[in-house]
């Protein structure tokens, strides 16, 4: 029993001897301010300003003020302001006499002194330091007392001197007490500080922690109270303490933040409650209100965040519910209008979302937190939509609803226009999420279809109004009229390429639908036409939208060529439209319609198709298109459009080789397959592409550099075809060769790139960066292949493949060699080419080598002696002939006069 009674003393003792430590240690404090505000004042004398509320700050002013009065005065400034300020200055030692200023000319006006800059002061966390250093006393009278209380209910639990219902009772005493007693010590106080860590805060604090421990133990240990009493009792704790939180500062606010927040976790409940979507936004709504009141931009962050957690959650726990679309918009309508922007919403400030915004946190603070709130709410949506039909239907509802406020209604927000293409672009992945991420047969979507079209009709309509509507009230008009321009093409787009496949429906309807869009466009165009002097571009962007929507509209309708030469038409439309009206977008949008249209020819479906098409086809999707191209590079050539016209016409040109190449091919009916044809007509293709370029950067000087290179990539691809056939599709490799004698594809494949090439280089495009022996040793080179394996075929038949090499064909080679090194060197003297030559002694030490290191022992007979006696004989006479003309090239004596310049070819 003894021990007992010295347990209650020593809990009694602690009790009170830890209120007398809070108070005694609260006057101290007092005092310490106290006494460093008066020396800071003394020091400083500037008593009109009125106390200093920082100790901390009080003494590091103090210290700087005393250096500098210990320092003398160096410049006549800093005397003079000092003599004008007529108030006792204390000093170490006499300060001498400022000298007599001159007299100022009549007229004169003193300009006030410049004002120093101000200092940058210390970080939150080194003011937080410092705040705590200064009262560190009153947090631990604080916890001396939350200590003693502590020891007193366990006392009382350990001894059963106090009930269930006692013990509660005392906790909710002891909470309203602690709050009492700092209402009275915050109105009593002589002086506020702007520190988060007072005395009556921290009174405050154990007084909310006292309340919701009295709620949580009425429920969980004692069984007091219901589910519903608890979390009814634990709300209010939590919304008490947040607007407790505009008296005693964000300490209690973030108790009463998080523990609304975390009252439902703390309450055990069967299943959750729709209830709970109403809770929370009642939540979130108090943070806002105090946020927008105290200015405390973290609180509306963590609310906001805590709010879209629970909705995920409770959507998960509930998925069949209809409130979480709902909830998500009172979120959104919270955000928009509780914090900054007020009904009707309102933001004289412009800019959106970006870089610099968050560079400038507390002053765009409301535009960020708005505009990533949409932004986190609209994929929310999104990715709910795939889960069940319903919550497809009311996710891609909301987004709708969205949508339409953030076009119509935020007109004084401008600050907010991102929110629109976040909201519809949340729309189209809704259609495409539930189309595509759902395991349901495609006959169950068709249902569907309908709802979705509704949809998309409704946000098209929404952002046409809203380009009118917006488009005169917006600091960036474009960025509607773009908005609405776009809109009927991505959404008929995203039908069309998504849905089309899974419901399958009739041509017409995609027709009528287009149409009617098609004309909608066209008469945005011609209204924002007749105002084209405020917004040039609009109607531009409306035509471009309209064009794009021929291009659905042939898509749903054509198929194969049909659509090609659609394609090349509509390319000839915008290019039409843009020389008339002076249009910038449609003749960017033809530029990209022509190489849609070439790459249908050439690409896909391309040469395949074009090898395999019937007569007909072929000819009609060749002849149209090029014809089509062809009128276009005519258009922009009357109307000086230079760039569309290098376009349609290097498209047309190009077109027409590429034609040509198909019907060789076609003549000698070869498959499209990896084969020496292939490498060849590909080859010769981009060979005739890069002459055509070339050709034409020389006969006009505008963008003669663009047309270069363009024809520098073309002679690349041209160079890689042709390396593709000597290596990897080289006949002795491959085997077999088609076609007649001397006509198959060996010359496809090195005849004509020979040809090809050489007129190539001798363009000064090429020949400027190409050396003369390459210009003339390639060529050459695939002559030589050429004649090579012409013999071989001639001697072997179509299989090349095997390694054999018989008599006669060793001897042809000889001849072959013999016949082309007399060639080439009397083409040289006829040229009077010192480089040709060159290459012909090169060929004839070839030649030579191969008869006597080859010949001689390959050959027999007869064809030996022919060898040996027919290379004698050349020999000789290119000595005779270099002897008699000799080895300058000069010409005959003969014929008098001085000699004549060596060619460089």
């Excluded at 970006?354 to 990715?383: C, D, N």
């Amino acid at each position: 029993m003894g021990g007992l009674v010295l347990l209650g003393l020593l809990v009694v003792g602690a009790i009170i001897l830890g209120a007398i430590g809070f108070f005694i240690a609260l006057g101290n404090s007092r005092k310490i301010r106290g006494l460093e505000e008066k020396l800071a004042r003394a020091t400083l004398n500037v008593a009109e300003t009125g106390p200093l509320t920082d100790p901390a700050a009080a003494s590091k002013a103090a210290f700087k003020a005393q250096a500098a009065l210990k320092t003398p005065a160096k410049t006549k400034t800093s005397t003079k302001d000092i003599a004008e300020e007529k108030t006792p200055v204390v000093s170490d030692g006499p300060v001498s006499d400022s000298p007599a200023e001159p007299e100022k000319p009549e007229g004169f006006t003193p300009q006030p002194p410049p004002k120093p800059p101000t200092p940058a002061g210390p970080g939150a966390i080194a003011r937080g330091i410092e705040n705590f250093k200064a009262n560190w006393v009153i947090w631990i009278g604080a916890l001396s007392l939350a200590l003693g209380g502590l020891f007193f209910v366990q006392y009382g639990l350990e001894q059963g001197i106090l009930g269930p219902k006692a013990r509660v009772a005392c906790a909710i005493g002891l909470g309203i007490a602690l709050m009492a007693a700092a209402e009275w010590l915050r109105r009593h106080e002589v002086e506020r500080t702007s520190s988060w860590f007072t005395a009556d805060t921290a009174l405050a604090a154990g007084g909310i922690a006292s309340l919701f421990a009295a709620a949580i133990s009425a429920h969980m240990l004692y069984g007091l109270t219901s589910g519903v009493t608890a979390f009814v009792s634990m709300a209010l704790v939590a919304w008490f303490a947040l607007g407790a939180g505009i008296l005693f500062g964000p300490v209690l606010a973030v108790i009463g933040l998080l523990g609304a927040f975390v009252t439902p976790f703390l309450v055990d409940s069967e299943s959750a409650s729709p209830l709970m979507y109403a809770y929370f936004a009642l939540v979130l709504s108090a943070s806002l209100a105090v946020e927008r009141y105290q200015k405390w931009i973290w609180l509306s962050s963590i609310a906001v965040t805590a709010s879209l957690v629970w909705a995920v959650l409770l959507f998960v726990s509930m998925p069949n519910e209809p409130w979480f679309a709902p909830y998500l918009g009172a979120v959104m309508g919270l955000t928009l209008l509780v914090p900054a922007f007020g009904f009707p919403p309102k933001w004289s400030e412009t800019r959106m979302l970006g870089f610099k915004t968050l560079a400038k946190l507390s002053q765009h603070y409301p535009t960020i937190l708005t505009v990533l709130t949409g932004g986190a709410i609209a994929t929310l949506l999104m990715l709910m939509a795939v889960d069940t039909v319903f919550s497809y239907q009311t996710s891609a509802l909301a987004l709708l609803v969205f949508l339409a406020v953030s076009v119509l209604a935020l007109h004084r927000c401008q600050n907010l226009d991102q929110l629109a293409p976040m909201f519809g672009s949340a729309l189209i992945g809704s259609m495409i999420a539930f189309s595509h991420l759902t395991f349901r047969p495609s006959s169950s979507l068709l249902p569907h279809f309908g709802f979705t079209a509704t949809l998309t009709a409704l946000g098209i309509i929404v952002l046409l109004v809203g380009a009118i509507w917006r488009a005169e009230r917006s600091v960036r008009p474009m960025f509607w009229i773009y908005l609405a321009a776009g809109a009927p093409v991505v959404g008929i787009g995203v039908l069309w390429l998504d849905w089309n496949e899974v419901v399958s429906l009739p041509a017409r309807y995609w027709i009528m639908g287009t149409g009617v869009a098609i004309a909608v466009q066209i008469g945005h165009a011609v209204f924002f036409h007749r105002i084209r002097d405020r917004l040039p571009n609009a109607s531009d962007a409306f035509a471009t939208s309209a064009i794009l929507l021929m291009l659905c509209m042939a898509a749903a309708y054509m198929t194969g060529w049909q659509l090609t030469v659609a394609i090349a038409a509509l390319a000839l439309l915008a290019t039409a439209t843009e020389c008339r009206f002076d249009f910038g977008h449609t003749g960017r949008l033809a530029k990209a319609l022509v190489a849609l249209t070439t790459g249908r020819l050439v690409l896909v479906p391309g040469l395949p198709w074009a090898l395999d098409a019937g007569s007909a086809e072929l000819f009609q999707v060749f002849a149209f298109s090029v014809a089509l191209l062809a009128t276009g590079a005519w258009i922009t050539l009357r109307a000086g459009r230079m760039v569309n016209q290098l376009v349609f016409e290097t498209a047309a040109i190009s077109l027409a080789g590429v034609f040509l190449c198909v019907l060789i091919a076609r003549a000698l009916d070869t498959k499209f397959e990896q084969n020496l044809m292939s490498m060849a007509l590909y080859g010769a293709i981009w060979g005739l592409l890069a002459g055509a370029q070339l050709i034409r950067a020389r006969i006009d000087d505008r963008f003669q550099k663009l047309r270069v290179l363009i024809g520098y990539v073309y002679g690349g691809a041209f160079a890689l075809a042709v390396l593709a056939s000597i290596t990897v599709f080289n006949p002795l490799l491959t085997g077999t060769v088609k076609g007649p004698f001397l006509l198959d594809t060996l010359a496809f494949a090195y005849l004509l790139p020979a040809v090809l090439g050489y007129a190539l280089m001798r363009l000064p495009q090429v020949s400027s960066i190409i050396p003369q022996i390459v210009r003339i040793v390639a060529p050459l080179a695939l002559i030589a292949l050429y004649v090579g394996l012409e013999i071989r075929r001639f001697w072997h038949g179509d299989d090349l493949s095997h390694h054999r090499v018989i008599s006669e064909e060793l001897y042809s080679y000889t001849v072959v060699m013999l016949l082309i090194t007399v060639g080439l060197i009397g083409f040289a003297f006829v040229r009077r080419s010192a480089a040709l030559r060159k290459l012909g002694l090169v060929f004839v030490g070839i030649t030579a080598a191969k008869v006597f290191l080859w010949d001689m022992a390959g050959l027999a007979g007869l064809a030996r002696a022919t060898s040996f006696v027919a290379l004698g004989l050349i020999l000789a006479g290119i000595a005779l002939v270099y002897q008699r003309y000799g080895s300058s090239g000069e010409p005959n004596p003969e014929s008098g006069g001085e000699p004549e310049p060596e060619s460089r070819d």
